[in-house]
């Protein structure tokens, strides 16, 4: 055949480093264009975005050729550097190291645009932490719970 022909959704969580609360509302918004302006860049289509000040979530309609743990790389190395230079965080900005990438079917492409786009009503309920679990088991991906994202207590 010709042509490649696919449909690949992934659904990224990431956290800021120490899920410090660095992601201010005044800049948000600015930091989800130029993430898109990333993935676009390297030839993915942006789905969604959305997130709370201490992580992020992103959908993204991603092409075979690649590599998932390539462009989680570059958004967070390149995002980091845009938010230094633009002076937008007074404190030291950095992404937590790891991330979740969860598959996405069709049938459940709406549910995720909308689970996303609403971050910040479900989260008047629900942990970041209990969040990512809840993720993990959902997807039934084994984990040790002391190899996760550096948990801030509470």
């Given at each position: ?11 990224l ?13 005044s800049w948000?918004?600015k930091?989800h264009?130029y993430?898109?302006g990333?993935?676009?860049?390297q030839?993915?289509?942006m789905?969604a ?5 201490d992580?992020?979530?992103i ?6 050729n690649?590599r998932?743990s390539?462009l989680?790389r ?24 790891g991330?979740?990438?969860?598959s ?28 990512f ?8 991906i084994?984990h040790?719970q ?6 801030i207590e509470?």
């Amino acid at each position: 055949m010709p042509n490649t022909y696919s449909q690949i959704l992934i659904h990224l969580v990431f956290a800021v480093k120490g899920r410090d609360s660095l992601i201010h509302q005044s800049w948000e918004e600015k930091l989800h264009k130029y993430i898109t302006g990333i993935v676009q860049k390297q030839d993915q289509k942006m789905l969604a975005i959305n997130g709370m000040p201490d992580h992020i979530h992103i959908l993204i309609g991603m092409k075979p050729n690649c590599r998932i743990s390539d462009l989680v790389r570059e958004i967070k190395k390149s995002s980091t550097e845009f938010i230094k230079e633009n002076n937008l965080c007074r404190k030291n900005f950095n992404w937590q190291s790891g991330y979740g990438a969860f598959s996405c079917s069709q049938s459940s492409f709406g549910n995720v645009v909308k689970y996303i786009l609403n971050q910040k009503e479900h989260h008047r309920r629900k942990s970041f932490q209990d969040e990512f679990m809840v993720l993990l088991n959902k997807y039934e991906i084994e984990h040790q719970q002391r190899y996760l994202f550096d948990w801030i207590e509470t």
